[in-house]
Antibody, heavy 117, light 106 residues
Framework: EVQLVQSGGGLVQRGGSLRLSCAASSGFSFTTYWMSWVRQAPGKGLEWVANLNEDGSATYYVDSVTGRFTISRDNAKKTLYLQMDSLRVDDTAMYYC?????????WGQGALVTVYS | DIVMTQSPATLSVSPGERATLSCRASQSVRSDVAWYQQKPGQAPRLIIHSASTRATGIPARFSGSGSGTEFTLSISSLQSEDFAVYYCQQYNNWKTFGPGTKVDLK
């Protein structure tokens, strides 16, 4: 069974940093898939944030987080990361990791990030 | 950036009725469109990918169609568990989501 288990959300002051993690179960071959982060602000729609390729050598970001967020992966640990720096109040959202293919079929349970001023 | 729009914003349907949701892309995305269902407090669930292919375990009452810029998600006979918000997404050029259509009880 494919499972993505997230950790690392929380409350942080504007300008602060936070790192999210997403651990993949043994149910799929983590190293053969692109992975993405998707977020959802409270009461709002979905927004793709970033993704990276199988070995982490290629990364892509939505404009609003470029230069502040860093996506990475550790294939030995089957874990995806999102390092979030210079956080803004409008980064407040539920953050989901997802296996990136034709659509996102497998999602983590979500991690809430709240940025206060 | 490719902008996805959805209509209507809210669709009120009675159980057993057919629901038709629309999604439009600001430029051609070929058939690189997915549809998701999301219920409160849950992660989204993939319903359709490649515009018309049902995801694993999705009932046959869900169907998708379209290509280029116009896409449709149909639910042939709405069940109580289908009341939710539905999002379309393109993955042809980066990835962008539509604003969603809420399907609620008439």
């Amino acid at each position: 069974e494919v499972q993505l288990v997230q950790s690392g959300g929380g409350l942080v002051q504007r300008g602060g940093s936070l790192r999210l993690s997403c651990a993949a179960s043994s149910g799929f071959s983590f190293t053969t898939y692109w992975m993405s982060w998707v977020r959802q602000a409270p009461g709002k729609g979905l927004e793709w944030v970033a993704n990276l390729n199988e070995d982490g050598s290629a990364t892509y970001y939505v404009d609003s987080v470029t230069g502040r967020f860093t996506i990475s992966r550790d294939n030995a640990k089957k874990t995806l990361y999102l390092q979030m720096d210079s956080l803004r109040v409008d980064d407040t959202a539920m953050y989901y990791c997802a296996r990136d293919e034709a659509g996102f079929e497998h999602w983590g349970q979500g991690a809430l990030v709240t940025v206060y001023s | 950036d490719i902008v996805m729009t959805q209509s209507p914003a809210t669709l009120s349907v009675s159980p057993g009725e057919r629901a038709t949701l629309s999604c439009r892309a600001s430029q051609s995305v070929r058939s690189d469109v997915a549809w998701y269902q999301q219920k409160p407090g849950q992660a989204p669930r993939l319903i359709i990918h490649s515009a018309s292919t049902r995801a694993t375990g999705i009932p046959a009452r869900f169907s998708g169609s379209g290509s280029g810029t116009e896409f449709t998600l149909s639910i042939s006979s709405l069940q109580s568990e289908d009341f939710a918000v539905y999002y379309c997404q393109q993955y042809n050029n980066w990835k962008t989501f539509g604003p969603g259509t809420k399907v609620d009880l008439k």
